[in-house]
């Protein structure tokens, strides 16, 4: 007998991820979609099919597995492979002892740019009609621009509204010398909370306009006029200003393939040259806007000038730097303990809400070792 009803990570594996609540109405809470609206367990000859249905019908149809996942394939569309993994509310309990910390894990909800793109268009059906289109800088220009495409609608500077009390509307790209003279002026930004930005900005555009954000936090005001989902009410964090908001400070992060390009170029110690060149001049993927917590590499300790001075050179901050204890290559990669150094550290601090991993695997085994979220990198999505 399988009991169903809890949360989820629902990997549309390829395309994208997020948390998936089955609720024990059969309903689906968070992270409904417009084909992810219902859930079912049947009994089909003693096998247990856990399936999904929604606006097109039954879209998804898993199967349970040994290690508690649910594994599928959607029915229609792409056709891409499924796995909907439970998500743990304890770590395991060795390391619960052995670190002396008892810790609630933390709940975090990803939306990546997959999503993003998904939800922009959804959200663009659902809108009255518009005739232009300002995106509030830096991160609503993202979803202002999805929009005017999707639409096909002009978009406008925001400071053209703040100017005059009318606005020159321009005819669309491909609008055959057309133009929209009904319609709303819509202002469009990612995310809403405490409404402070859309407040301030009442006070200076002069011209009539109404207000959009994709996604909402769930409070008694909302300050937009038209939104596409409200947020759950735990931790947030988006691709698009990964690095870039409050969690760097609850956070730790692996270097290489997060921070900067990955060694690819094989043996350290055959390579040693090259490696050299490599940490001086690896280049840089993602440069954090504020401090982060902590950084934690497989890098060996003997390489720490070499490694602050690339941090330093590229203005990354940081609290504290761990690296490999490990005196060679050699008996670094024989005790293959990245993973457990990376948890312990993890482990080390109840505060930290995440840890960011270049390798899939790691991901999987720090997750698995501390019972906290893992954002991995090659998946683009926490396990």
Known sequence: MHSVPGLYHYYRVGFDERELELLPDGTIGIGAD?????????????DARLVFSGDHGEICELSPESDGCWRGRWLQF???RIELV?????????????????YIPNRFHYISYAQLVRDCIAFARRLP???????????????????????????IALESLCENESVEIPVPRRGFGR?????????????????????????????????AAIYVEDRPIIHVDHYHSKLPNFAQFYEWTMFHDGNNRSLLTDLDGVLCDDWTGGSEDELAVQYQEFLENAHPRRIPSFSVKG???????????????????????????????HLTFSARDAARDAAARKADAYMADPTLKLFVESDDAQAREIALRTGRPVFSVARNGVV
């Open 295 to 325: 950084i934690v590499t497989n890098r060996l300790e003997r390489h720490r000038p070499e490694t602050e001075a690339w941090l330093k050179r590229h203005g990354i901050e940081y609290d504290s730097l761990v690296m490999s204890p």
């Open 179 to 211: 133009r929209a003279q009904d319609g709303i002026i819509l202002v469009v930004d990612d995310t809403s909370a405490s409404g402070r930005q859309i407040d301030h900005l009442r006070t200076l555009i002069r011209v009539p306009v109404q207000y």
């Open 129 to 155: 009609p518009v005739r232009a289109i300002a995106g509030i800088p830096r991160s609503g220009l993202i979803p202002a621009s999805l929009l005017a495409l999707d639409l096909n609608v002009p978009m």
């Open 34 to 46: 417009s084909p992810e609206q219902r859930w079912e367990l049947r009994d089909e000859n003693g």
């Open 86 to 102: 439970p998500r743990h509310s304890q770590p395991l309990r060795s390391l619960e002892r052995r670190s002396g910390i008892a």
């Open 78 to 80: 792409e056709k891409m």
